[in-house]
């Protein structure tokens, strides 16, 4: 499960919004929402991408996404 609180508080730390983070992976704003409420799940390119845009580490990464 991911963890959508983690990913709440890198968004807000690098003064990002749901718009930008929606644009850097490839989605719609609507799309990118529903994925940090649970109704749909980020793919691996987009965790990836995600990450990336968010400049999350590599223990970050694992944190958010895999554990």
């Known amino acids: 499960m991911v963890k959508k609180n983690l990913i ?3 968004i807000a730390e690098k003064e990002s919004n749901y718009i930008k983070c929606a644009k850097a992976i490839g989605v719609s ?3 990118f929402s529903q994925k940090m409420n ?3 799940l980020f793919s691996i ?3 990836r991408l995600l990450s990336n845009f968010l400049e999350l580490s590599l223990t ?3 944190n958010i996404f895999l554990m």
């Open 8 to 10: 709440r508080a890198k």
């Open 29 to 31: 704003t609507t799309t």
């Open 38 to 40: 649970g109704r749909t």
């Open 45 to 47: 390119d987009q965790a």
């Open 60 to 62: 970050e990464m694992k």
